[in-house]
Nanobody
Framework: QVQLVESGGGLVQAGASLKLSCAASGRTISHYTMGWFRQAPGKEREFVAAAGWSGGGTAYSDSVKGRFTISRDNAKNTVTLQMNSLKPEDTAVYYC?????????????????WGQGTQVTVSS
């Protein structure tokens, strides 16, 4: 079992930056694909970014590519999501996710472990 706890959300103005962190416990994340999803009110959960292990690379949704960066620190068992040039449409609850698969997937059922989420609100 992997427990995931997100932090770093908040209220910012459009154009600002935020850095989300995800602390994992229970297992080392070195053999887990780690990622982020988000869910805005009234919308389905949406893939944001993921970082694989064993050379699995990274993946980003088109809506955040070039603005968001996912990083993982296996020694600290943490994953971060650096979000720059935030837009009002980035407003959502952001979830940290993990899965043992070595393949980076972009669909929610592909991840077995989910955090409780952290709210990000971007005002215009």
């Amino acid at each position: 079992q992997v427990q995931l706890v997100e932090s770093g959300g908040g209220l910012v103005q459009a154009g600002a930056s935020l850095k989300l962190s995800c602390a994992a416990s229970g297992r080392t994340i070195s053999h887990y694909t780690m990622g982020w999803f988000r869910q805005a009110p009234g919308k389905e959960r949406e893939f944001v970014a993921a970082a694989g292990w064993s050379g699995g690379g990274t993946a980003y949704s088109d809506s955040v590519k070039g603005r968001f960066t996912i990083s993982r620190d296996n020694a600290k068992n943490t994953v971060t999501l650096q979000m720059n040039s935030l837009k009002p449409e980035d407003t959502a609850v952001y979830y940290c996710v993990a899965d043992r698969s070595a393949v980076v997937v972009t669909t929610a059922p592909g991840y077995d472990y989910w955090g409780q989420g952290t709210q990000v609100t971007v005002s215009s």
